[in-house]
């Protein structure tokens, strides 16, 4: 296969779905308490920054900061891969055909200055399921369960990345800080910037 220019064979032979990952944290618990000990390091910064004279003991700032170093710990054991493909043009094309916006959903839609092209209630589960490839045993309805269940922050990121992958989007919004680091400029590409290019779109 020549890489600098292929055939039309060779690309299609090359092609691999796009996929997306998404990471939740399941344990709502510790997030709850980890929001609330950032509030009281926010607090007491500004009480140690009014405070005059030098601290001699060990101040209540830094049992707070040794907290949720060691709560942020715990709390990454419980952060949950999930990992999305693309369904292919046709796949997500069928998928939103089946799953259309209701009446309703429609008049909402236009009020609102909006178009829907599917029922978000129905159609996003399913994507979800059908496009997630880790963890496995995952159905629409325990999607739609799970999606009651948890945050909507949460929700969010999850349909999102179902999306993405199946939109297939290919920009690295992390190349162009990697090049930074490494005291490198990118590599010229032939394509302009409008195909999406990796390079183009960092």
């Known amino acids: 296969m020549s890489v600098e220019d292929p055939t039309f064979d060779e690309i299609d032979a090359e092609y691999t779905p796009s996929r997306r990952r998404a990471w939740i944290v399941t344990r709502g618990d510790l997030v709850e308490r980890l929001a609330e000990l950032n509030e009281q390091l926010v607090a007491e910064q500004k009480n140690k920054a009014a405070q005059d004279g030098p601290i001699t003991q060990k101040s209540r700032l830094e049992e707070i900061a040794a907290e949720i170093v060691d709560l942020e710990a715990e709390a990454q054991r419980y952060r949950r891969l999930f990992v999305f493909e693309s369904l292919g043009r046709q796949g997500?094309?069928?998928?939103?055909?089946?799953?259309?916006p209701t009446d309703?959903?429609?008049a909402k839609a236009r009020e609102e200055n909006q178009i829907w092209e599917w029922?978000?209630?129905t159609?996003?589960?399913?994507?979800v399921a059908r496009a997630c490839v880790k963890p496995v045993g995952i159905t629409p309805e325990k999607v739609a369960k799970f999606a009651l269940k948890i945050g909507t922050s949460q929700w969010d990121m999850l349909y999102t990345a179902a999306l993405d992958a199946c939109r297939g989007d290919v920009s690295i919004p992390s190349y162009a800080s990697a090049l930074r680091i490494l005291g490198l400029s990118?590599?010229?590409?032939?394509?302009?910037?409008s195909t999406g290019s990796l390079a183009a779109s960092s």
């Open 92 to 100: 997500y094309r069928d998928l939103i055909a089946e799953h259309p």
């Open 104 to 106: 309703e959903q429609k």
């Open 119 to 121: 029922n978000p209630e």
């Open 123 to 127: 159609f996003l589960p399913e994507l």
């Open 186 to 193: 990118a590599p010229k590409s032939n394509a302009p910037s």
